[in-house]
Protein backbone atom coordinates (compact mmCIF):
# COMPACT_ATOMS: atom_id res chain seq x y z
CA UNK A 1 0.00 0.00 0.00
CA UNK A 2 1.17 3.58 -0.66
CA UNK A 3 1.70 5.60 2.18
CA UNK A 4 0.82 9.88 1.32
CA UNK A 5 0.43 13.08 3.68
CA UNK A 6 -3.57 13.79 4.15
CA UNK A 7 -4.74 17.01 5.70
CA UNK A 8 -7.11 15.39 8.63
CA UNK A 9 -10.75 17.18 8.91
CA UNK A 10 -13.16 17.25 11.57
CA UNK A 11 -16.52 15.64 11.22
CA UNK A 12 -18.06 18.50 9.49
CA UNK A 13 -15.06 18.35 6.33
CA UNK A 14 -12.98 21.51 7.79
CA UNK A 15 -9.34 21.00 7.33
CA UNK A 16 -7.36 20.94 10.73
CA UNK A 17 -4.44 22.41 11.47
CA UNK A 18 -2.62 18.19 11.79
CA UNK A 19 -1.50 16.35 8.61
CA UNK A 20 -0.90 12.48 8.90
CA UNK A 21 0.18 9.58 7.06
CA UNK A 22 -3.05 7.85 5.26
CA UNK A 23 -2.22 4.96 7.26
CA UNK A 24 -2.52 6.63 10.12
CA UNK A 25 -5.30 8.06 9.14
CA UNK A 26 -7.00 4.55 8.38
CA UNK A 27 -5.95 3.24 11.89
CA UNK A 28 -7.29 5.85 14.10
CA UNK A 29 -10.54 6.18 11.73
CA UNK A 30 -9.22 10.27 11.03
CA UNK A 31 -11.70 12.39 8.66
CA UNK A 32 -9.82 12.60 5.44
CA UNK A 33 -10.72 13.42 2.00
CA UNK A 34 -10.58 11.60 -1.40
CA UNK A 35 -11.19 12.43 -4.79
CA UNK A 36 -13.80 9.77 -7.04
CA UNK A 37 -14.29 10.61 -10.68
CA UNK A 38 -17.09 8.73 -12.82
CA UNK A 39 -15.97 8.09 -16.26
CA UNK A 40 -18.62 7.44 -18.83
CA UNK A 41 -19.40 8.19 -22.44
CA UNK A 42 -22.46 8.86 -24.70
CA UNK A 43 -23.27 5.05 -25.59
CA UNK A 44 -24.57 5.02 -21.86
CA UNK A 45 -21.55 3.11 -20.52
CA UNK A 46 -19.57 3.59 -17.34
CA UNK A 47 -15.70 3.30 -17.06
CA UNK A 48 -15.09 0.70 -13.65
CA UNK A 49 -12.12 -0.59 -12.61
CA UNK A 50 -11.32 -3.92 -11.23
CA UNK A 51 -8.84 -2.78 -7.81
CA UNK A 52 -5.57 -4.38 -7.86
CA UNK A 53 -5.31 -7.76 -5.79
CA UNK A 54 -2.70 -6.18 -3.52
CA UNK A 55 -4.80 -2.85 -2.49
CA UNK A 56 -5.19 -2.88 1.35
CA UNK A 57 -8.73 -2.04 0.95
CA UNK A 58 -11.15 -4.39 -1.21
CA UNK A 59 -8.56 -5.86 -3.47
CA UNK A 60 -9.97 -7.70 -6.69
CA UNK A 61 -13.34 -6.19 -6.37
CA UNK A 62 -15.48 -4.07 -9.08
CA UNK A 63 -15.02 -0.01 -7.44
CA UNK A 64 -15.70 3.37 -9.53
CA UNK A 65 -13.78 4.90 -12.94
CA UNK A 66 -10.78 6.67 -10.82
CA UNK A 67 -10.41 7.65 -6.83
CA UNK A 68 -7.73 8.21 -4.53
CA UNK A 69 -6.96 10.55 -1.71
CA UNK A 70 -6.34 14.30 -1.34
CA UNK A 71 -2.75 15.16 -0.60
CA UNK A 72 -2.09 17.36 1.98
CA UNK A 73 -2.15 21.25 1.22
CA UNK A 74 -4.06 19.52 -2.24
CA UNK A 75 -7.28 21.32 -4.25
CA UNK A 76 -9.86 18.11 -4.57
CA UNK A 77 -10.13 18.85 -8.23
CA UNK A 78 -5.97 18.74 -8.78
CA UNK A 79 -6.02 15.38 -6.78
CA UNK A 80 -8.54 13.88 -9.12
CA UNK A 81 -6.78 14.99 -12.17
CA UNK A 82 -3.81 13.83 -10.85
CA UNK A 83 -5.15 10.08 -10.01
CA UNK A 84 -6.45 9.95 -13.19
CA UNK A 85 -3.40 10.48 -15.35
CA UNK A 86 -1.75 7.63 -12.45
CA UNK A 87 -4.31 5.46 -12.38
CA UNK A 88 -5.77 5.10 -16.33
CA UNK A 89 -3.17 7.22 -17.79
CA UNK A 90 -5.64 10.13 -19.10
CA UNK A 91 -4.50 13.70 -19.04
CA UNK A 92 -8.03 15.67 -18.51
CA UNK A 93 -8.46 19.29 -17.64
CA UNK A 94 -10.39 20.75 -14.68
CA UNK A 95 -13.13 22.38 -16.58
CA UNK A 96 -14.02 18.79 -17.63
CA UNK A 97 -14.71 17.68 -14.83
CA UNK A 98 -17.87 18.32 -13.47
CA UNK A 99 -18.53 18.62 -9.47
CA UNK A 100 -21.45 16.48 -8.15
CA UNK A 101 -21.48 16.38 -4.52
CA UNK A 102 -18.93 15.89 -1.50
CA UNK A 103 -20.30 12.43 0.60
CA UNK A 104 -19.11 11.81 4.19
CA UNK A 105 -18.67 7.94 4.72
CA UNK A 106 -17.64 6.14 7.21
CA UNK A 107 -16.56 2.35 6.12
CA UNK A 108 -14.69 -0.27 8.02
CA UNK A 109 -12.63 -3.08 6.61
CA UNK A 110 -10.77 -5.45 8.29
CA UNK A 111 -8.33 -3.40 10.42
CA UNK A 112 -8.99 0.06 8.45
CA UNK A 113 -11.08 2.41 9.51
CA UNK A 114 -12.06 4.97 6.69
CA UNK A 115 -13.42 8.29 7.34
CA UNK A 116 -13.29 10.19 4.20
CA UNK A 117 -15.41 12.79 2.29
CA UNK A 118 -15.69 11.84 -0.98
CA UNK A 119 -15.60 14.66 -3.38
CA UNK A 120 -17.14 13.17 -6.85
CA UNK A 121 -16.78 14.56 -10.08
CA UNK A 122 -18.56 13.44 -13.66
CA UNK A 123 -16.53 13.21 -16.77
CA UNK A 124 -17.97 12.41 -19.75
CA UNK A 125 -15.06 10.59 -22.05
CA UNK A 126 -16.04 9.60 -25.30
CA UNK A 127 -11.98 9.35 -26.55
CA UNK A 128 -9.73 6.80 -27.81
CA UNK A 129 -10.04 4.01 -24.69
CA UNK A 130 -6.06 4.07 -24.97
CA UNK A 131 -5.65 3.76 -20.94
CA UNK A 132 -2.49 2.38 -19.41
CA UNK A 133 -2.89 1.16 -15.91
CA UNK A 134 -1.03 1.92 -12.66
CA UNK A 135 -0.58 -2.30 -12.18
CA UNK A 136 -0.45 -1.43 -8.19
CA UNK A 137 -3.84 -0.16 -8.19
CA UNK A 138 -5.75 -1.27 -11.42
CA UNK A 139 -6.04 -4.81 -12.51
CA UNK A 140 -8.26 -3.74 -15.40
CA UNK A 141 -10.69 -1.29 -16.88
CA UNK A 142 -13.63 -1.49 -18.41
CA UNK A 143 -16.66 0.44 -19.76
CA UNK A 144 -19.78 -1.23 -18.63
CA UNK A 145 -23.48 -0.43 -19.96
CA UNK A 146 -25.45 1.29 -17.00
CA UNK A 147 -28.17 -1.51 -17.20
CA UNK A 148 -25.69 -4.13 -16.52
CA UNK A 149 -24.25 -2.07 -13.69
CA UNK A 150 -27.17 -1.67 -11.79
CA UNK A 151 -28.81 -5.38 -12.44
CA UNK A 152 -24.90 -6.91 -11.61
CA UNK A 153 -25.42 -4.71 -8.19
CA UNK A 154 -28.51 -6.10 -7.34
CA UNK A 155 -27.44 -9.74 -7.98
CA UNK A 156 -23.43 -9.69 -7.30
CA UNK A 157 -22.67 -7.19 -4.66
CA UNK A 158 -19.35 -9.21 -3.56
CA UNK A 159 -18.19 -8.43 -6.68
CA UNK A 160 -18.32 -4.35 -5.91
CA UNK A 161 -16.84 -2.07 -3.70
CA UNK A 162 -19.75 -2.10 -0.97
CA UNK A 163 -20.78 1.96 -1.70
CA UNK A 164 -24.35 0.71 -0.87
CA UNK A 165 -26.85 3.82 -2.33
CA UNK A 166 -23.56 5.71 -3.50
CA UNK A 167 -23.93 2.98 -6.80
CA UNK A 168 -27.01 3.78 -7.74
CA UNK A 169 -27.61 7.39 -6.69
CA UNK A 170 -24.55 8.54 -8.89
CA UNK A 171 -25.48 6.11 -11.91
CA UNK A 172 -29.00 8.32 -11.85
CA UNK A 173 -27.73 11.24 -12.16
CA UNK A 174 -25.01 10.19 -14.96
CA UNK A 175 -28.42 8.74 -16.89
CA UNK A 176 -29.81 12.15 -16.08
CA UNK A 177 -26.73 13.85 -17.82
CA UNK A 178 -27.46 11.56 -21.12
CA UNK A 179 -30.77 12.47 -21.38
CA UNK A 180 -30.32 16.37 -21.78
Not at 27 to 53: C, D, T
Not at 76 to 88: C, Q
Not at 141 to 148: L, Q
Amino acid sequence: MSDELVDICDESNNVTNTQKMKSEAHKYGLWHRSAHIWIYNSKGEVLLQLRAKEKALYPDVWDVSVAGHVGANEDPVVSGLREIKEEIGLEVKAEDLQFLTIRKVEMVYKDINNNEFYYIYLLKFDGDNNFSLQDEEVQKIEFVPIKKIEEDLKTNPDKYVPHGDYWFETIDEIKKRLEK
